[in-house]
């Protein structure tokens, strides 16, 4: 991923699609969590917990690796995901929190609508590699 500095994830519980790019090009990854399936979880009143399922701590773990080497990320997605994974980083990537530029809550976009929104963001930020004369 030479001269891709830039990334940014798009997450939910399901999926992290990842792009590395510059001004340029781009190149595209697509991760799942290893034990996904498809399951509703019901919160019942008066119990233990919300009714939600624990972090994949793997598939997090296998996202901030995937977006380690770019200088500046930018972190979507619809839902809470998005967030566990900006925590995940903090308790053990500390390294790459200050990577991160932005947070924000993106629907479900379609690939090109997610890489030309994060060449957007990134706009003022200088995607070109530097000229060799």
Not at 5 to 21: C, L, N, P, S
Not at 45 to 55: L, P, Q, R
Not at 56 to 85: F, R
């Amino acid at each position: 991923m030479q001269n891709l500095t830039h990334a940014v994830v798009w997450i939910d519980h399901k999926e992290a699609r990842i792009f590395h790019f510059n001004a340029e090009t781009e190149e595209h990854l697509l991760l799942h969590p290893q034990n996904h399936r498809k399951m509703h979880l019901h919160h019942k009143a008066n119990s233990i917990g919300g009714g939600h399922s624990k972090e994949d701590h793997a598939y997090l773990q296998s996202v901030s690796e995937a977006i380690g080497d770019a200088k500046a990320v930018l972190v979507c997605g619809p839902a809470n995901e998005k967030t566990e994974l900006v925590k995940h980083i903090g308790a053990h990537v500390p390294a790459l929190k200050s990577k991160i530029k932005g947070v924000e809550p993106l629907n479900h976009p379609t690939d090109g609508e997610l890489l030309a929104h994060a060449r957007k963001f990134f706009a003022a930020d200088h995607m070109l590699p530097p000229r060799i004369s």
